[in-house]
C-alpha cells in the first residue's frame, strides 16, 4: 500500500522558514516523479513544483516564488520543499503528491496518482 506522509509544516512567523518533508512507503520511490500542491482556504488546489525521478529535471508553477526549492533524497524514500522567507500568503495545506509518469507530468491534480494527508502551514503576520 502506497503511503505519503508529511511533516514540517506548523505555524511561524513572517520572514522564516520551513522545510516539508515526505517519507514515501510502498512503492518503488525512485521510479516516481514527485511534487508538491498546497491548497489555500477558499481556493483549489494549485501546482507547486515537481522533481523528476532522478532528481535532474526540476519544474516550478510560473506563481511559485522563488522563495521555494523541492529537492528528494532516494536513498531515504523523501521529498522535500524548502520554503525561505515565509509570508501570510504561503498559509496553505501543502500536499505531497507522486505519479509513475516517466516524463514530466502535467500541472493538475489529476496528473498525480499518490497523495498524502496534507500539512498545514500557517504564518503570521
Known amino acids: 500500500q502506497v503511503q505519503l506522509v508529511e511533516s514540517g509544516g506548523g505555524l511561524v512567523q513572517a520572514g522564516n522558514s520551513l522545510r516539508l518533508s515526505c517519507s514515501a512507503s510502498?512503492?518503488?520511490?525512485?521510479?516516481?516523479?514527485t511534487g508538491w500542491f498546497r491548497q489555500a482556504p477558499g481556493k483549489e488546489r494549485e501546482f507547486v513544483a515537481a522533481?523528476?525521478?532522478?532528481?535532474?529535471?526540476?519544474q516550478y508553477a510560473p506563481s511559485t516564488p522563488d522563495r521555494f526549492t523541492i529537492s528528494r533524497d532516494n536513498a531515504k524514500n523523501t521529498v522535500h520543499l524548502q520554503i525561505n522567507r515565509l509570508k501570510p500568503e504561503d498559509t496553505a495545506v501543502y500536499y505531497c503528491?507522486?505519479?509513475?509518469?516517466?516524463?514530466?507530468?502535467?500541472?493538475?491534480?489529476?496528473?498525480?496518482?499518490?497523495w498524502g494527508q496534507g500539512t498545514q502551514v500557517t504564518v503570521s503576520s
Open positions: 522533481i523528476s525521478q532522478s532528481g535532474g529535471r526540476i
Open positions: 510502498g512503492l518503488a520511490f525512485s521510479n516516481y516523479y
Open positions: 503528491t507522486a505519479t509513475t509518469s516517466t516524463i514530466l507530468p502535467g500541472l493538475t491534480p489529476a496528473d498525480y496518482n499518490y
